[in-house]
């Protein structure tokens, strides 16, 4: 049974750039959730897609957008990049909305140059 | 305002010894209380949760954590480190899953 999966593990960027990052939740799994964690900071609530829709949101710019698929998948983007974008983002899924449990990738390492 | 505090950004112990980590929270209705560990490198891992009934929870590993509301904390604690358990710890606090807001984190350095 293959948890959350998430690609790529590491990219880099330049500023002003588009970024998009990838994520397969938890087979059987319907709901994703997008979290930013800076160095050395906890990790912050980007949004949660449920049904193909962007269902909650946290306090993000509109650079920052998303998608679910079909299949349960979602696609992270972040449009005209800064320096302070560089970060691990980490995907969360889990079974419906207002779980108990969800379970995190191994996130993506985004750095900025 | 909703915020999860954990003040001690760095502990060190020695393997074999005692373990508390501190978690106090900011939360408008009755939350559902949350500890993860991160390794380098990786993603979160979770440790136990509380959402109502006894207050001291069991996780895995050998953790458990007890919930005062009149103290607005829910720390982690460990009998007996092991080096293995080295590594970043968050508390995290929300209505359930959703929206989970957390920590700044405590590294845990584990000394033979």
């Known amino acids: 049974d293959a948890g959350v999966t998430q690609s790529p593990t590491h990219l880099i960027k330049t500023r002003g750039q588009q970024v998009t990052l990838r994520c397969s939740p938890k087979s059987g799994h319907d709901t994703v959730s997008w979290y930013q964690q800076a160095l050395g900071q906890g990790p912050q609530f980007i949004f949660q897609y449920y049904e193909e829709e962007e269902r909650q949101r946290g306090n993000f710019p509109d650079r920052f957008s998303g998608h679910q698929f079909p299949n349960y998948s979602s696609e992270l983007n972040v449009n005209a990049l800064l320096l302070g974008d560089s970060a691990l983002y980490l995907c969360?899924?889990?079974?419906?909305?207002?779980?108990?449990?969800?379970?995190f990738g191994p996130g993506t390492r985004l750095t900025v140059l | 305002a909703q915020s999860v505090t954990q003040p001690d950004i760095h502990i060190t112990v020695s393997e074999g010894a005692s373990l508390e980590l501190r978690c106090n929270y900011s939360y408008g209705a009755t939350p559902y209380l949350f500890w993860y560990v991160q390794s380098p490198g990786q993603g979160l891992q979770l440790l136990l949760k509380y959402f109502s009934g006894d207050t001291l929870v069991q996780g895995i590993k050998g953790f458990e954590a007890e919930f005062k509301r009149s103290q607005s904390s829910f720390n982690l604690r460990k009998p007996s480190v092991h080096w293995s358990d080295a590594a970043e710890y968050f508390c995290?606090?929300?209505?359930?899953?959703?929206?989970?807001?957390f920590g700044t984190g405590t590294r845990l350095q584990v000394f033979p």
């Open positions: 969360a899924s889990s079974l419906g909305l207002a779980t108990d449990t969800q379970y």
């Open positions: 995290a606090v929300g209505r359930n899953t959703d929206k989970l807001i």
